[in-house]
Protein backbone atom coordinates (compact mmCIF):
# COMPACT_ATOMS: atom_id res chain seq x y z
CA UNK A 1 0.00 0.00 0.00
CA UNK A 2 1.60 3.17 -0.83
CA UNK A 3 2.04 5.66 1.82
CA UNK A 4 2.03 9.51 2.23
CA UNK A 5 5.61 10.79 2.00
CA UNK A 6 7.26 13.79 3.83
CA UNK A 7 10.24 15.65 2.83
CA UNK A 8 11.75 19.09 2.84
CA UNK A 9 12.19 19.28 7.00
CA UNK A 10 15.96 20.02 8.84
CA UNK A 11 17.56 22.82 11.12
CA UNK A 12 17.11 26.28 10.96
CA UNK A 13 17.54 29.43 12.69
CA UNK A 14 14.82 31.46 13.92
CA UNK A 15 13.78 33.74 11.55
CA UNK A 16 14.62 31.77 8.80
CA UNK A 17 12.23 29.39 5.79
CA UNK A 18 11.19 25.99 5.04
CA UNK A 19 9.38 24.28 2.70
CA UNK A 20 7.95 20.98 3.32
CA UNK A 21 6.53 18.08 0.65
CA UNK A 22 3.91 15.52 0.78
CA UNK A 23 3.40 13.20 -2.05
CA UNK A 24 0.24 11.67 -1.11
CA UNK A 25 -1.17 8.46 -3.29
CA UNK A 26 -4.13 9.12 -5.99
CA UNK A 27 -6.52 7.89 -3.89
CA UNK A 28 -5.87 9.82 -0.61
CA UNK A 29 -5.42 12.89 -2.92
CA UNK A 30 -8.25 13.18 -5.11
CA UNK A 31 -11.23 15.32 -3.73
CA UNK A 32 -10.03 15.43 -0.66
CA UNK A 33 -8.85 17.51 2.72
CA UNK A 34 -5.22 17.05 3.06
CA UNK A 35 -3.67 18.05 6.72
CA UNK A 36 -0.25 19.15 8.03
CA UNK A 37 -0.02 18.35 11.66
CA UNK A 38 2.58 18.99 14.06
CA UNK A 39 3.89 16.98 17.31
CA UNK A 40 6.48 18.41 19.69
CA UNK A 41 8.25 16.43 22.47
CA UNK A 42 5.64 15.28 24.92
CA UNK A 43 2.52 17.96 23.32
CA UNK A 44 -0.12 16.42 21.19
CA UNK A 45 -0.59 16.26 17.89
CA UNK A 46 -1.76 19.77 16.53
CA UNK A 47 -3.00 20.87 13.08
CA UNK A 48 -1.12 23.05 11.43
CA UNK A 49 -3.28 23.68 7.71
CA UNK A 50 -5.73 21.73 5.60
CA UNK A 51 -6.36 22.56 2.00
CA UNK A 52 -8.61 20.30 0.03
CA UNK A 53 -7.43 19.27 -3.42
CA UNK A 54 -10.57 20.44 -4.83
CA UNK A 55 -8.63 23.78 -4.24
CA UNK A 56 -11.75 25.17 -2.11
CA UNK A 57 -9.72 27.24 0.20
CA UNK A 58 -7.22 26.77 3.11
CA UNK A 59 -7.48 26.85 6.74
CA UNK A 60 -4.57 27.69 9.70
CA UNK A 61 -4.57 27.31 13.39
CA UNK A 62 -4.04 30.94 14.80
CA UNK A 63 -0.23 30.12 15.83
CA UNK A 64 0.88 30.21 12.12
CA UNK A 65 -1.06 32.10 10.58
CA UNK A 66 0.40 34.70 8.02
CA UNK A 67 3.53 32.79 8.15
CA UNK A 68 2.67 29.37 6.72
CA UNK A 69 1.07 28.83 3.30
CA UNK A 70 -0.18 25.61 2.46
CA UNK A 71 -0.43 24.92 -1.14
CA UNK A 72 -0.55 22.25 -3.43
CA UNK A 73 0.07 20.82 -7.64
CA UNK A 74 -2.78 18.26 -8.92
CA UNK A 75 -0.62 17.01 -11.40
CA UNK A 76 2.34 15.57 -8.44
CA UNK A 77 -0.35 14.77 -5.99
CA UNK A 78 1.75 16.80 -3.51
CA UNK A 79 0.50 19.07 -1.19
CA UNK A 80 3.54 21.96 0.05
CA UNK A 81 3.60 23.89 3.48
CA UNK A 82 6.10 26.99 3.39
CA UNK A 83 7.31 28.23 6.62
CA UNK A 84 8.56 31.78 7.06
CA UNK A 85 9.68 33.67 10.24
CA UNK A 86 10.27 30.23 11.85
CA UNK A 87 10.42 30.12 15.69
CA UNK A 88 11.62 28.06 17.96
CA UNK A 89 8.22 26.80 19.22
CA UNK A 90 7.48 25.68 15.70
CA UNK A 91 10.23 22.88 16.20
CA UNK A 92 8.05 19.63 16.06
CA UNK A 93 7.84 16.91 13.56
CA UNK A 94 5.80 16.92 10.82
CA UNK A 95 2.85 15.27 9.57
CA UNK A 96 0.99 15.25 6.47
CA UNK A 97 -2.48 13.29 6.41
CA UNK A 98 -5.54 12.62 4.22
CA UNK A 99 -9.03 11.93 5.36
CA UNK A 100 -10.37 8.24 4.51
CA UNK A 101 -13.25 8.65 2.02
CA UNK A 102 -12.81 12.44 0.59
CA UNK A 103 -14.64 15.07 1.73
CA UNK A 104 -14.25 19.10 2.69
CA UNK A 105 -11.88 20.65 4.99
CA UNK A 106 -13.48 22.28 7.63
CA UNK A 107 -11.91 24.58 10.43
CA UNK A 108 -13.02 22.22 13.20
CA UNK A 109 -10.91 19.26 11.90
CA UNK A 110 -7.33 21.03 13.16
CA UNK A 111 -8.31 20.24 16.30
CA UNK A 112 -9.57 16.98 15.51
CA UNK A 113 -7.28 14.54 13.77
CA UNK A 114 -9.27 11.49 14.16
CA UNK A 115 -10.86 12.96 10.65
CA UNK A 116 -7.97 11.85 8.86
CA UNK A 117 -6.76 8.15 8.52
CA UNK A 118 -3.64 7.97 5.96
CA UNK A 119 -0.87 9.34 7.81
CA UNK A 120 2.94 9.88 6.62
CA UNK A 121 6.57 8.76 8.90
CA UNK A 122 6.57 12.45 9.42
CA UNK A 123 9.69 15.03 8.71
CA UNK A 124 11.74 16.57 11.44
CA UNK A 125 12.04 21.02 11.87
CA UNK A 126 14.14 22.21 14.20
CA UNK A 127 14.21 25.83 14.78
CA UNK A 128 17.08 26.91 17.15
CA UNK A 129 20.10 29.49 17.72
Known amino acids: QEQMMESGGGSVQPGGSLKLSCVAP????????IGWFRQAPGKEREGVALVHSGGDGEFYADGVNGRFTISRDNAKKTVYLQMNNLKPEDTAMYFC??????????????????????WGQGTQVTVSS
Open 97 to 118: AARANGGYCYVTMLAQKRHFTY
Open 26 to 33: GYTYNNNC
